[in-house]
């Protein structure tokens, strides 16, 4: 990870659920992402700097698809993602193949595992440290036994986007 301060701009968002979504972007892409009213101290922690226009039109795009996704009329996102938070090229590589777990579906971190020659408790461990949720789906990823487990969002809301995506049972 840098120890630069990033500039970056977001914005918070109501969605259909019991909780606010806040999307950050870099000139780059989408950077972070977090629940709830929590932009300070995600500001803070990954020592990004707020710039109003830093993301030019980048911001608007992720924050329609995101207001696509959570009114349940978008399936895939189209947006450059910038994965200067990433704390290793492993987390990278095991979060691309979190990416390609389609809307509707789960995968076990053992699914996960198999598909990054590595460890299900590793992949749970970059997993844990997404730092765009929703746009990458850690949601997604489910125990072996099909049970919700780990997500830092809360289980309630993986519960939630699951229900949205028709991949948990009503």
């Known amino acids: 990870m840098r120890n630069l301060l990033l500039k970056v701009d977001f914005i918070k968002f109501n969605t259909p659920f019991i909780f606010d979504f806040t999307v950050f972007c870099s000139e780059s892409g989408v ?5 709830s009213d929590n932009s300070e101290e995600v500001l803070q ?5 707020h710039q109003p226009g830093a993301a030019g039109g980048k911001l608007d795009s992720a924050a329609q698809q995101l207001s696509e996704y959570f009114q349940g ?4 996102f189209d947006l450059p993602l910038d994965y200067t938070l990433m704390v290793s090229d492993y987390q ?4 691309q193949a979190v990416l390609t777990i389609p809307y509707g579906c789960t995968a076990s971190y053992g699914e996960v595992a198999r598909r990054v020659n590595s460890g299900p408790r590793a992949v749970g461990g970059a997993n844990a440290r997404n730092p765009i949720p929703v746009i990458i789906p850690c949601h997604r990823v489910i125990g072996s036994d099909g049970k919700l487990v780990g997500y830092g969002g809360s289980l309630h809301i993986k519960e939630a986007l699951l229900r949205l995506e028709g991949a948990y049972p009503a």
């Open 92 to 95: 990278r590589k095991v979060l």
């Open 45 to 49: 922690f990954y020592r990004l700097v």
């Open 73 to 76: 009329d978008r399936k895939e």
């Open 31 to 35: 950077i972070a992402g977090c629940f």
